[in-house]
């Protein structure tokens, strides 16, 4: 099973993120633009043995502006796990598994058609990310803590207040009520004060 699943990234997926502008190192797809690093994953399971071999699709995009936000060091060839957007395939594509399984009974065609039609719509979805604010924009729209921190620093050094604010309602709707609020409640006053915009909260 191993070397089917060898055969489905080289024969298969290599070829088709190739026509897409993406570079292939080890099971790392990735490609940049716009001061961003768009990455796909292959993950395979602790799990596997000779006879099952279960993997996931893991995707990420990583922003360079995102990331001296956060002060942290740019990463020219970031790893999934360092990136500032990521979801599993399933999250960004319809129909397709949370998990691959690959046995003597897997019919082959159809999990190549599930996973490139799958990949297709990641690409897709890529296309519409170009720039950090593409990413803050994905979590307000949730809205989302995750990245929450930064989305206020991106959008109030734009000077979108409005935006700002309309984030901040959404997220104090959705967990006002819970303990940890408070810990987040101080952190964005802190950014609103930074900015000299008021913080109502």
Not at 122 to 143: C, K, L
């Amino acid at each position: 099973m191993q070397q089917r699943f060898n055969d489905l990234i080289k024969q298969d997926v290599k070829p088709f993120l190739a026509g897409h502008g993406f570079a292939k190192k080890s099971l790392n797809f990735s490609k940049s633009a716009n001061g961003l690093v768009y990455i796909i994953n292959f993950q395979k399971s602790a799990g596997n043995s000779a006879d099952h071999v279960m993997f996931y699709v893991n995707c990420g995009i990583y922003s360079a502006e995102l990331a001296r936000l956060q002060s942290k060091e740019i990463q020219t060839a970031p790893q999934e796990p360092e990136c500032h957007f990521r979801a599993r395939i399933e999250e960004l594509a319809r129909a397709v598994p949370a998990r691959f399984s690959l046995t003597d009974d897997t019919n082959m065609n159809d999990l190549r058609d599930t996973l490139l039609n799958g990949l297709d719509e990641v690409v897709q979805f890529y296309d519409t990310m170009t720039g950090a604010r593409s990413i803050v924009d994905y979590y307000v729209a949730g809205p989302y803590l995750h990245l929450s921190e930064e989305s206020f620093e991106l959008l109030l050094q734009s000077g979108d207040e409005a935006a700002a604010r309309r984030y901040l309602e959404a997220l104090k709707d959705k967990h006002g009520s819970e303990n940890r609020w408070a810990i987040f409640d101080g952190k964005y006053r802190a950014i609103f004060s930074k900015y000299g915009v008021p913080y109502e909260s």
